[in-house]
């Protein structure tokens, strides 16, 4: 769906929250996990649906719009996120059944198949570093869309992401984390 196709959001959220549920889920989920997921992707289309009157096609398309209120949403999640990642660090990624509910969480963390060196670094990304990082990684958005997704500057996208992806190199000695080997 693209913003042509949508005239006018207050008359066809319905096609919006079909259009996009699927692709925000799985974008939080990788962020907060399932179960957090449902919780936040709900919280994501009724703040959208609230805000509807107020769109403007002009700053950021429909999708766009949705992933910045998703990655400001899972902003008030941070603190569970970043203590599931230092969680994976210091002990990996448990095994489901012997888990107990806060490994079970860590479990969920989209980095739970990440080295705990990996992980570890994610965590200690100041938060701007991370929300780029990850729609990078997880949403697969452009520089643009970032950028309008979190209301920055487009220069701004791409010095966080090398600032994100230097300290995550040094993090891990040197290695490319996006190579085979080092998941």
């Known amino acids: 769906m693209t913003v042509t196709e949508v005239p006018n959001l207050a008359d066809s959220f319905s096609e919006v929250f079909d259009a996009y549920f699927g692709e925000i889920h799985r974008y939080v989920a990788q962020r907060l996990g399932v179960d957090d997921a449902e919780d936040v992707v709900a919280e994501t289309f009724l703040a ?24 400001n949403l899972v902003g ?10 230092r969680a994976i660090a210091r002990h990996g990624v448990p095994d489901p059944a012997s888990a107990g509910h806060e490994e079970r969480v860590a479990a969920r963390v989209s980095a739970q198949s990440l080295r705990p060196s990996l992980a570890a670094a994610i965590a200690r990304l100041n938060s701007g570093d991370r929300d780029v990082l990850l729609l990078v990684a997880l949403a697969g958005l452009s520089h643009e869309e970032i950028a309008e997704a979190l209301g920055i500057p487009y220069g701004t996208v791409g010095s966080r992401l ?22």
């Open 48 to 71: 959208a649906y609230r805000k509807r009157e107020h769109y403007d096609p002009a700053r950021a398309s429909v999708r766009t719009w949705l992933y910045g209120i998703a990655t």
């Open 76 to 85: 008030k999640h941070r603190r569970a996120e970043v203590r599931a990642l």
């Open 162 to 183: 090398s600032r994100a992806r230097r300290k995550l190199r040094d993090a891990l000695g040197g290695a490319n984390p996006m190579e085979a080997g080092h998941g």
